[in-house]
């Protein structure tokens, strides 16, 4: 059984910075693409950033550009994103997801959400917001 958990949401001021830690269970860690995803009250959800499997390449949406890093650990079995000068459109439930089926320059972020949603292994997510 495959267990995806998120930590270190929380409520920052704008220009802040926080840090979201995920830890996976039950699937080879080393092997499987790693993303974010984030869902704002009454908008889409939106793909954030995404890693390979050893960590040597990261994709970011281009609202989070130069703000956001993605990192990983493969010996905790972590996934990292560091998030820095925040707004307040960075408020939003955060996701992180296990096992996506790629991490492309191309191809991230995904534009079929509704495909997106069954693809990986999902967690419950951590509520971040930015207050102004």
């Known amino acids: 059984q495959v267990q995806v958990v998120e930590s270190g949401g929380g409520l920052v001021q704008a220009g802040g910075s926080l840090r979201l830690s995920c830890t996976v269970s039950?699937?080879?860690?080393?092997?499987?693409?790693m993303a974010w995803f984030r869902q704002g009250t009454g908008e889409d959800r939106e793909g954030v950033s995404c890693i390979n499997w050893g960590g040597s390449h990261t994709v970011h949406a281009s609202s989070v550009e130069g703000r956001f890093t993605m990192s990983r650990d493969n010996a905790k079995n972590t996934v990292y994103l560091q998030m820095n000068s925040l707004k307040p459109e960075d408020t939003a439930m955060y996701y992180c997801?296990?096992?996506?089926?790629?991490?492309?320059?191309?191809?991230?972020?995904?534009?079929?959400?509704?495909?997106?949603?069954?693809?990986?292994?999902w967690g419950q997510g951590t509520q971040v917001t930015v207050s102004s």
């Open positions: 997801v296990a096992d996506y089926p790629y991490c492309s320059d191309r191809l991230w972020p995904p534009r079929d959400l509704v495909a997106s949603r069954s693809r990986g292994y």
């Open positions: 039950g699937l080879h860690f080393g092997g499987a693409i």
